[in-house]
């Protein structure tokens, strides 16, 4: 290849560079591995890895697929492993929960072909629900675990989990975080190795988790993990740096061993403090450890999230008699991410050095510009259908609150979490994926008064439908309302079952439910409030489950399809002559177009989507279309 030849994720091109997005250096790292079978679930921070593969599956020639959910997607990638092939699954960490029971069985069977689960955790919550650290699930599973702090190394650990999964017959785990993730960097390419794309189911008593098979796959279990454990004693990506007569040393993992070299490098501590690198957490590699910590007096453990390898190494520590004091999270945070600082701070602490900067003066400066700032809080997009829906929900329940009582709202994950805040506040509670219906079926169960729960499309097909089935066969007096925006929004737009591009495989959420013996059944336009609103009552009022599909198209896919017609946005304007600034549209909708300017209530036209809700609402009817009366 020239050097004037444009590089790609595809390209053979061994040795030379690209810059890349670091789930895109995981989906390199799999197509070089020869990858046969890919699936997975949309999830933040890992969706791009799928994104990724999904788009050259059919240029490289392997097979990729998007899943109904997590588990779903984690079987397919082991049954197409169970035949000889390489596989791959990814997900978000709270994606594992949902593919956790398979997840137990299938490191006790063992594969044939390697097969390679990616969790991306997400320290500092940015787009999760919650903080867990998934190493903990690996301890549980006997899954070993590569833990990469770079780029780079994110696409080399993917191609060295595949030849050890196929050498040791064992499920290997890539964990990122959303720092490698969405991390950007200069990747040196491998070469792209072929392998099979169809292989042949093997029979084997060890596929049947019986418990007379799985004792003896027990057994295997921890055979195969005892030599996983030695072959990590020699992995490349487990590094010491002894440095003669240093007194301090630091264990760090993952991408705290980044923070840790910039740190290191600020307080000009290189040649003074030894270093361990470990990018194989689970196993640890422990003679290495305990070597490293013979070395030193004091250690300084640096991970992101629990002390998983802190706690480890404690222990390694009291079983060979090593007294130098360790330290981890007691001066270390166990939550949100890390970063440079946070590492220089806990370095100078221990090694009595003064930080280069003063951090003082600057927390002082930034929390003066803080105070001053507008506060910018998210929320749904101008035009989002799932206003409309919220709002008609809140007027239902508000309409009924004296003969019923009040109502509880049971929210789901997705972009209608956004729903949460001022002025729609249409949650009372959300837990999980899915719990949007399960949550609401216990609520009903637990207190008297209408119980509404509401969950996305792509939602209802995770994971939505088995609640609704049991909220039909135990008679449960709730409304289940599916909001259809046809899209998988809150992710980037991926397809789903019930999603237009699935066309005439396409499965409707109404459909689902009649066929599951939902007796109330209703489809609406939330856009169409007066129509909305009397159904949501009448679902309400209903004695037994009730499910309402709101369909309309997420704003953004309707902006791009208008703009594919060639169609213009006629927005909405406010006529002064008859406007009282009572502000319900202001204050009841909470829509980013809609904003005061000069003390006076006003449509912004270059925000406004033409949806139409505030006129709708508008109680003088005030609020009318560009070049309409």
């Known amino acids: 290849m020239s050097e004037t030849e444009k590089l790609n994720l595809t390209s053979d091109a061994a040795g030379k560079s690209l810059f890349m997005l670091g789930n895109e250096a995981i989906a390199r790292g799999a197509i070089e591995s020869g990858l046969a079978v890919y699936a997975a679930y949309p999830g933040t921070p890992s969706s791009e890895i799928s994104e990724t593969l999904i788009d050259l599956a059919g240029e490289v020639g392997y097979y990729a697929q998007w899943s109904v959910n997590e588990k779903v997607a984690f079987e397919v990638a082991y049954g197409a492993a169970l035949c000889g092939v390489r596989a791959m ?8 929960n949902v593919a956790h029971d398979p997840l137990m069985s299938a490191t006790t069977t063992g594969v044939i072909g390697g097969m390679l689960l990616v969790n991306a955790d997400d320290p500092g919550i940015w787009s999760s629900q919650n903080e867990q650290d998934n190493r903990s699930i690996a301890e549980q599973a006997y899954l070993p675990v590569l833990e990469p702090s770079s780029v780079q190394e994110a696409k080399d650990m993917t191609v060295e989990a595949f030849k050890l999964s196929e050498k040791f017959g064992q499920i290997f785990m890539l964990r990122s975080v959303t720092r490698i993730s969405h991390a950007r960097g200069d990747v040196k390419l491998g070469p792209i190795h072929k392998t099979p794309l169809k292989g042949e189911f093997k029979k084997r008593e ?25 072959e990590f004693e020699n992995s490349p990506f487990n590094q010491l740096n002894s440095v003669p007569g240093a007194k301090l040393g630091i264990i760090a993992s993952g991408i705290a061993y980044a923070y840790t070299v910039e740190a290191l490098r600020w307080l000009g501590l290189e040649d003074k403090v030894s270093l361990l690198k470990i ?23 640096a991970e992101e999230l629990e002390p998983f390898v802190e706690n480890h190494v404690k222990v390694l520590a009291q079983e060979t008699g090593i007294v130098s004091k360790i330290h981890g999270k007691d001066v270390l945070p166990i939550r949100n991410e890390f970063s440079t600082r946070i590492m220089a701070e806990a370095i100078a602490r221990l090694s009595g050095v003064k930080m280069p900067l003063n951090y003082t003066e600057l927390d002082r400066q930034t929390a003066e510009a803080v105070a001053i700032l507008p506060s910018r809080p998210p929320t749904l997009c101008a035009g989002c259908p799932h206003r409309a829906s919220f709002y008609a929900i809140n007027q239902a329940v508000r309409k009924i609150k004296k003969d019923l009582g009040e109502r509880v709202l049971c929210g789901d994950i997705g972009c209608y979490s956004l ?28 207190q008297n008064g209408p119980v509404v729960g509401h969950m996305g499309d792509s939602t209802f097909f995770h994971s939505g439908v088995p609640a609704m089935i049991d909220a039909v066969f135990n008679k449960t007096k709730m409304t289940m309302i599916v909001l259809d925006n046809s899209a998988t929004a809150m992710t980037g737009f991926q397809p789903h079952p019930g999603a237009p591009g699935a066309g005439e495989i396409g499965i409707k959420p109404e459909d689902v439910a009649r066929a599951c013996n939902v007796k109330l059944v209703e489809v609406v336009n939330p856009f169409d409030q007066k129509k909305t609103l009397e159904v949501i009552e009448k679902a309400i009022r209903f004695d037994g489950p009730s499910l309402i599909v709101c369909r309309a198209m997420c704003g953004i896919l309707a902006q791009r399809d208008r703009r ?37 209530v006003v449509i912004d036209a270059a925000q406004c989507d033409g949806c139409s809700l505030c006129a709708q609402i508008c109680p003088t009817h005030s609020i009318i279309q560009e070049g309409g009366k």
């Open 89 to 96: 699954v990814s997900m978000k960490h709270v994606g594992l």
């Open 206 to 230: 060890s596929n049947l988790v019986i418990p007379a098979f799985a004792r003896k796959n027990r057994i295997a279990l921890l055979e195969r993990f005892g030599k996983i454990k030695a």
């Open 279 to 301: 990018g194989t957490p689970h196993p640890l590699p422990e003679k290495k450890v305990v070597q490293f910590l013979k070395s030193v007096s004091e250690i300084l453990v």
């Open 419 to 446: 729903g949460i805040n001022p002025p729609l506040s249409s949650y009372d509670v959300n837990c999980c994926m899915g719990g949007g219906f399960g949550v609401a079926g216990g609520v009903a169960r637990g």
């Open 564 to 600: 594919q017609r060639g169609e213009k946005v006629r927005p909405y304007q406010i006529d002064k002559a008859t406007c009282t600034e009572c502000k319900l549209c202001l204050n009841a909708l909470g829509c980013p177009a809609i904003i005061m300017a000069d003390g006076k």
